[in-house]
């Protein structure tokens, strides 16, 4: 007699999905503390989604060279066996994403050399130089901010002089501020100007006559009427 077991499925059920196969189990890590002799790679470069994996092995390595050593596709291809033409590529996509670049230097002697530069945290930090950076430049501000701020007043009374009396509208743009300042708060305009009244011409200061000695008022020295002689005689 044939018998079933009605608690045996009809047919072969579906792996469910997010379940794993109890065969095929996740990765699992067993790491030991790294004390010396190692380089830190962070995840935006192992787990880079457009690098190759070829881009990614070439970053590591290039990251736990020392300073100084040479990076470049011969002694790469003598050191690997991908050959020049995939760790050429390998090195343009590093350089397209920012992990390598290519500086020119002058050196002493006048001869120029090229160096590489491998950056872990692309776009991080700023290019370094080899000069102090300038220190940077005051703000130029009005004599009257200037003051205040030499004297540490407190930024409440700066803002409540520089926002004081404004229209009661919104403005929008620096020059609308501007013009209300201009037309509204201008003091009176002073009286036109006028120039001072000439003085009145005082008496001739007191001149002596040569020819008789007798004092007279002129403008400067010379003979009186009495004894010039260029003077029309009166008829």
């Not at 790491?31 to 990614?56: E, K, M, Y």
């Not at 100084?68 to 991908?82: D, M």
């Not at 013009?179 to 200061?205: E, I």
Request: with cysteine; hydrophobic share 30%.
């Amino acid at each position: 007699m044939d018998t079933r077991n009605p608690s045996a499925p009809s047919r072969a059920q579906s792996r469910t999905t997010g379940k794993n196969h109890p065969h095929s189990g996740g990765l699992i890590h067993e790491n030991t503390r790294h004390t010396a002799r190692f380089t830190v790679i962070g995840n935006p470069l192992a787990q880079h989604p457009d690098l190759s994996l070829v881009a990614i092995g070439l970053a590591t390595h290039i990251q736990s060279l020392p300073k100084g050593a040479q990076v470049c596709i011969k002694s790469l291809t003598a050191r690997f066996k991908e050959g020049s033409t995939r760790i050429a590529g390998a090195m343009r996509e590093l350089k397209t994403h920012g992990y390598l670049r290519r500086e020119v230097e002058r050196v002493s002697g006048g001869r120029v050399i090229s160096r590489t530069i491998s950056c872990n945290q692309p776009g991080a930090r700023r290019d370094r130089t080899h000069t102090e950076p300038a220190p940077p430049k005051k703000p130029h501000l009005a004599p009257g901010v200037a003051a205040w701020l030499e004297r540490e007043v407190p930024a409440t009374l700066v803002r409540e002089a520089l926002t004081r009396d404004l229209p009661p509208e919104p403005l929008h743009r620096p020059a609308a501020l501007l013009a209300h300042r201009l037309a509204a708060q201008l003091p009176p305009l002073p009286p036109p100007y006028r120039a001072p009244a000439p003085k009145p011409a005082g008496p001739h200061p007191w001149q002596e006559c040569p020819g008789c000695h007798h004092p007279f008022r002129a403008p400067a020295p010379g003979r009186c009427r009495g004894c010039r002689t260029d003077l029309p005689e009166a008829t």
